[in-house]
């Protein structure tokens, strides 16, 4: 990689591509990071790639892999069925990750929150029983009003930007899944967040920008139609 001065800071943008297919507001996302990035003397390059591989912790590691074999010095990931920067009038995910690197400079990851396919937020807090430490989901109630950027112990990497020297301070595969069988059956752990929460270990932090909100698109199982119930509910008076 490169000495990491000012102007020579080379970024990689990757998209995961799965399947083939991404949502359309990508495209808007990325002319308006490329724009960014080639307008600014911080930033002493960029390039753009995009991968159609499963499983998914395959294609991330193989993101890091291109961008090494690129002499990239920053990862931007960002998953196919991501809309980012879709809260009106809320700054942009780029603008904001990019600012905080560069007052920060150390090896980090900021992410992006976005929320589950059954409404949960995957960004995680540490609980702790008898049985030890343990990363469980943040209660997304309180999600809703967080702002600024936030440590915290691992977090999804649906959109991230990721500083390059992370890697560095992991044994590969960085990105792989965890299961509570041997036969590998049941899911415990996917590779974003066992990414994020094993660099607790070198010490590296993992930040969320709680101001950049993306959106997760979700296909959802349009069946046969069911009967109309019709429930009858007490009569609600209005006196004039």
Known sequence: MTGMTEGNRRIAICRLC???VEHPALGEWLAYTC???ALDPRAGGLETF????????SARNLAVEVARDRKCDLLVTIDNDMQPDYVPG???FWDVAWEFWNGYRLPCVVSAPCCTAEGDVPVYQEFEDPDGKHLIFLHKESTVHRTGIERVPASTIALALIDMRCFDQLSPPYFRNRYTD???S???SGEDVIFTADLQGPGIPCY???DCWAQHNKRVAIGKP???VVVAGPQILVDD
């Open 186 to 188: 049941h899911l415990a």
């Open 50 to 57: 995009w991968i159609d591989q499963a499983p998914v912790y």
């Open 182 to 184: 041997e036969y590998q």
């Open 208 to 210: 969320v920008a709680w």
């Open 226 to 228: 069911g009967p109309t």
């Open 35 to 37: 724009h960014s990035i």
């Open 18 to 20: 799965y399947g083939a």
């Open 90 to 92: 809320a700054p942009r």
